[in-house]
């Protein structure tokens, strides 16, 4: 056998129960709260989300549609169907902790409640080409009055 | 072993304590679940373990560095050094 | 700045040798050439970001080319060659044969590099190193993208000739009295690293050709306008690019398992581990690619499944950390400068570990996808780990390819600054991902966090920038003038080197 | 293991052979940086072919002359329950029922095959509803003596005037099933020195491109609502129409003249300054001068995707 200086492998060996211990509990963490966060309630209202080249277009569910803007109530949930005209975008609201995909040919889903009124803002983190940098948009939660 | 034990403790707190804290929440009825406050308590505590791990083993990482380092004066030859053979 | 084997050549025959040594030189000063030029590109990325608005860059569209081949260079024109040239240098002489198994084989995978560096250079495209159809079809201009996807292939063609040569090398060319058991940790690197290659490799050869002819309008396999789906290019593409983080980062541990019972004046702890960390990584590393694609609409179940996938792929690592913190316990440890590169590396290697593993976390990915959170994880492997391994390796070697000593004070000051530098950006990108930044953008709103944070991590860049001229001025100055090392051992610590004309051919 | 015999003697490196090797090295790059930035907006002038809209396949924009010729072919397709029908794809898939743009004159060529089991038949009405007002020459067989499955035939229409027409199949039922397609038909357009005699008289015109500081809304000499914004243009058909325009923004624009404003393929009179794949950079200015044609109201915008609905557009009105 080639030379080692390992003498004993219990410390190892405990060492790699307690990493897998480790990995274990965050798996287990991970799936719980995902499992919470992925259960739309029944009310939530669609907005209907397009990305393109390079701004957002929204649509409510009373058919308005706003560009660059977002007006929502507050308190109120929220069910974003997000897509693409041209090539992948990613819809972001970072204060709200909002990602997903827009995917051109397909409609994913995420929903969230703004808890906050005020302004916050939208962007793009897939890279979608020249003006990616400033494919933004703003967010406004205005009080249900 | 000591560690270990200490690690042990620490991943039971973290493990029920999360759970007792939405088995509360589900009851509030009306109340939707806040994705925000769901996902930066996971981050967070997850960064509480990380960093915990981390302090261990780059304290370890450090003291070696510290302790078997040439220049320590408790440096003695390792026994494959006579030998010259490793 | 060549190690001669036979009588000094003129340059030109050391060009065109297929001697294992002369092939790994030039896979050795490629490599660093690109290392050269593309961190001068992230140089000037990190200017641009330092303040928001236009600084030194004119407009978006060069950022874009600039950061696609930044990435792309680093990755298959840096890590990889670099790999080879080490691997070339040392595998025949661990497993104790003449040479490569293919020596002709192994010079044509070299001359490869050249053409495809030239296409990926001189295209300069625009759709980021990965290339994400439907942008890469539809929107990226040619001819650049086009160059891109040639350059690619003929580079990813190159990294499979290079694999097979390894494995062949390793299994079949490895003197007889010497059983795979035996052979050092760092071959068992580059045969765990080559199978993963081969394995995964030829799975993006099929998505680029598919690629190409999307973007000629024949057919649509990822256009969504010809039906074609665009996740299935995420899907191919990680496929391959996610076991290849473990490609590059493998022969990187290996150069460690080289250096630290070196400089530790110990044999490694255990070898037996190290070897089934390497095989377990192989395989697992195929169970997690699509962790890259959380955000893209994938149902809870995948989700949950490339999860598992991705956390049972981290044991492996955490043994490596373990095997070398047990071989620097008790040991009588020299920190010269290869030493200290070694154990830099580990220290990045275990944070960007421990990042991984809170980032694996799916529902964490709706803060980290895409933003600075995950550039500065996957630098701190790329950079903390893989880079900081191979320059390590790079001073320990250094004899062997010149035989001349490199200039140990500013090898010790090219790893401090660069230590610090390193830390600074990525550590600082973490945190600015968490703000919310997204990666890949040109400008940025002047929030006053990203601003400070963005500044924060140009010095850091910047000081990465005054190490990498103080390392080159170190490699040419020390190649011509540095003084003649004792080729027995280097560094006076004693024990046995694997060293180029050390070996006796045990063939004839 | 056995590795210690020494091949003596063991040969160094020399200065000049580091020198030498240096030199190859900066040659190298001097060489490839010459290429390299020599060659710097050659490698991104052409947009990939996939990229470019039915409309853009003509390299310079499509002028409609009378006599100008649409290619459309499709196919008649059915669900598996023979319940929903459709041209080329079910409804919900992409390219189901697509809509033709045309403009009055075009000549628009269908060529129809029937990719079904059932029997079926193709004709343009006008009526947006029933299978009645079929318009001669336009008929691919008829509900008495339909295609059968997998023959097809070929048949013209030219619209004569605009508006709307659908192409549906004639086989009563079948259109109520969804096999209907609109035929969006815009105004005339012409090349202006065919069917439009120039007038002599010249209009010269300047815009600039400007951008709100978020870049949200964009506008041609001044934002949306200020004053000043996207003036609107008359001029008689036939005048020669010099236009420049300067990009004072920060982003990428492009000029053009277009029939719809949403559509920035359906530029007219070859008025195009730059192009969306090849955009005016920052603080670039670019000029045209072409000939106005028939008389109509048009758009001048701009034409990289999604600036002229962000305000970038504004009447370009022929007398």
Redesign the interface.
């Known amino acids: 056998m080639v030379k080692v200086s390992g003498h004993s492998t219990w410390p190892e060996w405990i060492y790699i129960g307690v990493v897998v211990a480790l990995l274990v509990w965050v798996g287990a963490e991970a799936w719980n709260v995902e499992r919470l966060i992925e259960h739309v309630p029944a009310d939530a209202q669609i907005i209907k989300v397009t990305g393109q080249q390079w701004f957002w277009t929204f649509e409510h569910a009373d058919g308005t549609k706003e560009i660059g803007e977002l007006h929502l109530q507050k308190g109120k949930p929220y069910k974003f169907e997000i897509t693409s005209k041209d090539v992948i975008h990613s819809f972001n609201i970072p204060d709200y902790v909002v990602l997903q995909d827009a995917v051109p040919g397909r409609i994913n889903t995420v929903w969230f409640v703004p808890k906050d009124t005020g302004e916050f803002p939208i962007q793009c983190r897939e890279y979608c080409g020249l003006i990616h940098y400033n494919m933004r948009g703003t967010l406004y939660v205005e009080d249900t009055a | 072993m000591k560690k270990?034990v200490g690690?042990?403790c620490m991943?039971t707190i973290?493990?029920v304590l999360?759970t007792i804290q939405?088995v509360f929440a589900q009851d509030a009825p009306g109340e939707?679940?806040?994705?925000?406050v769901?996902?930066?308590n996971?981050?967070f505590?997850?960064?509480t373990?990380?960093f915990v791990?981390?302090a261990i083993?780059?304290g370890?990482?450090i003291w070696?560095?510290w302790r078997?380092?040439?220049s320590n004066p408790k440096?003695?030859?390792?026994k494959?050094?006579e030998a010259?053979?490793? | 700045m060549v190690l001669e084997i036979q009588k000094p050549r003129p340059i030109w025959q050391i060009m065109f040798s297929t001697h294992h040594t002369d092939v790994g030189l030039l896979y050795l000063i490629t490599s660093l050439a690109a290392l050269f030029m593309g961190g001068a590109l992230a140089l000037a990325i990190r200017l641009e970001l330092f303040f928001p608005g236009a600084q030194i860059i004119a407009d978006s569209m060069t950022f874009n080319r600039m950061f696609t081949v930044h990435g792309t260079t680093l990755i298959f024109l840096f890590i990889l060659p670099f790999a080879s040239a080490i691997g070339n240098y040392l595998i025949p002489i661990m497993v104790r044969y003449k040479d490569m198994a293919y020596p002709k084989l192994n010079a044509i995978a070299f001359w490869m590099i050249p053409p495809g560096f030239a296409l990926i250079w001189l295209g300069f495209a625009d759709f980021t190193w990965n290339a994400y159809a439907p942008y890469s079809i539809i929107s990226a201009p040619g001819p650049a993208a086009d160059m891109w996807i040639f350059g690619l292939k003929i580079l990813g063609v190159s990294s499979i000739l290079g694999a097979i040569n390894f494995i062949v090398t390793i299994l079949k060319c490895k003197h007889p009295d010497l059983p795979l058991s035996k052979i050092p940790l760092l071959a068992w690197a580059y045969l765990t690293s080559s199978l993963i290659m081969i394995v995964a490799m030829p799975t993006f050869a099929a998505a680029l050709l598919m690629l190409l002819t999307d973007r000629l309008a024949v057919s649509g396999f990822f256009n969504p306008a010809m039906g074609g789906d665009p996740i299935a290019y995420q899907h191919l593409f990680w496929f391959t690019f996610h076991p290849e983080v473990y490609v590059l980062v493998i022969p990187a541990i290996g150069f460690m398992y080289e250096i630290i019972p070196r400089f530790s004046r110990k044999p490694i702890f255990s070898h037996s581990s190290g070897v089934a960390a390497f095989i377990l990584l192989s395989i697992v590393g195929f169970a997690s690619w699509a962790h890259h694609m959380y955000a893209s609409g994938m149902s809870f179940t995948e989700k949950t499944v490339f999860m598992v996938g991705t956390l049972a792929a981290v044991p492996a690592s955490a043994m490596h950390v373990f095997n070398f913190l047990a071989t620097m316990w008790g040991g009588r440890i020299r920190f010269a400068t290869p030493m200290m590169w070694s154990v830099g590396g580990i220290a990045l290697f275990f944070s960007a570990g421990a990042g991984g593993v809170v980032n694996s976390a799916m529902p964490l990915d709706f803060v980290t996808h895409d933003s600075y959170w995950v550039v500065g994880h996957f630098h701190l492997f790329v950079m903390g780990t893989i880079a900081f391994g191979s320059f390590g390796f790079l001073y320990y070697i250094f004899p062997y390819v010149t035989g001349r000593m490199y200039n140990e004070k500013w090898g010790n000051i090219h790893f401090i600054t660069s230590f610090i530098g390193a830390v600074m950006i990525f550590f600082t990108q973490h945190v600015l991902g968490l703000y919310g930044m997204p990666r890949r953008i040109f400008d940025y709103p002047p929030f006053p966090e990203w601003i400070a944070m963005n500044q924060f991590a140009s010095i850091g860049g910047m000081l990465l920038g005054v190490s990498a001229a103080i390392f080159l001025a170190n490699m040419i100055y020390s190649s011509a003038k540095g003084k003649e090392a004792n080729m027995d051992d280097p560094w006076g610590i004693g024990g046995k080197y694997y060293y180029p004309y050390q070996q006796k051919n045990p063939h004839h | 293991m056995s590795h210690t015999e020494h091949i003596e003697p063991i040969f160094r490196t020399s200065p000049e052979r580091t020198a030498k090797m240096m030199a190859i090295m900066l040659g190298i790059s001097v060489v490839g940086a010459a290429i390299f930035f020599g060659m710097w907006d050659y490698w991104i002038s052409a947009p990939p072919v996939a990229g470019l809209g039915p409309a853009a396949q003509q390299p310079t924009a499509p002028v409609a002359v009378t006599g100008k010729e649409i290619q459309v072919s499709l196919s008649f397709v059915e669900s598996a329950d023979f319940r929903t029908l459709a041209f080329n794809a079910l409804p919900g898939e992409p390219d189901n029922n697509p809509d033709i743009h045309a403009n009055v004159g075009d000549k628009i060529i269908f060529d129809v095959v029937n990719s079904g089991k059932s029997f079926h038949a193709f004709g343009v009405t006008q009526e947006d509803e029933g299978f009645t007002g079929i318009i001669a020459g336009s008929e691919i067989a008829s509900a008495s003596n339909p295609l059968r499955p997998n023959q097809s035939g070929q048949s013209e229409f030219i619209p004569t005037k605009e508006g709307t027409y659908y192409y549906i199949c004639t086989v009563p039922g079948h259109r109520e099933q969804g096999m209907v397609g609109q035929i969006i038909v815009g105004p005339k357009q012409s090349s202006g020195t065919q069917t439009v005699k120039p007038t002599g008289a010249s209009h010269n015109f300047e815009f600039n491109f400007v951008e709100s500081s978020d870049f949200r809304t964009l506008g041609f000499n001044a934002l949306p609502g200020e004053a000043g914004s996207n003036p609107e243009i008359r001029v008689k058909a036939g005048d020669s129409v010099t236009v420049k325009v300067t990009n004072t923004g920060k982003s990428f624009h492009s000029f053009g003249v277009v029939t719809n404003p949403e559509d920035f393929n359906s530029i007219v009179w070859n008025s195009a300054i730059s192009s969306a794949s090849n955009p005016l950079k920052p603080g670039q200015s670019g000029d045209v001068t072409f000939t106005a044609g028939a008389t109509g109201t048009y758009y001048y915008i701009c034409t990289v995707p999604g600036h002229s609905i962000q305000g970038m557009q504004g009447k370009f009105i022929v007398e």
Do not use: H, N, Q
């Open positions: 270990i690690l042990s991943l973290l493990l999360p939405y939707y679940l806040d994705r925000r769901e996902i930066w996971l981050f505590r997850m960064m373990v990380a791990i981390g083993v780059s370890t990482l070696l560095v078997f380092r040439e440096a003695k030859p390792t494959y050094e010259g053979e490793w």
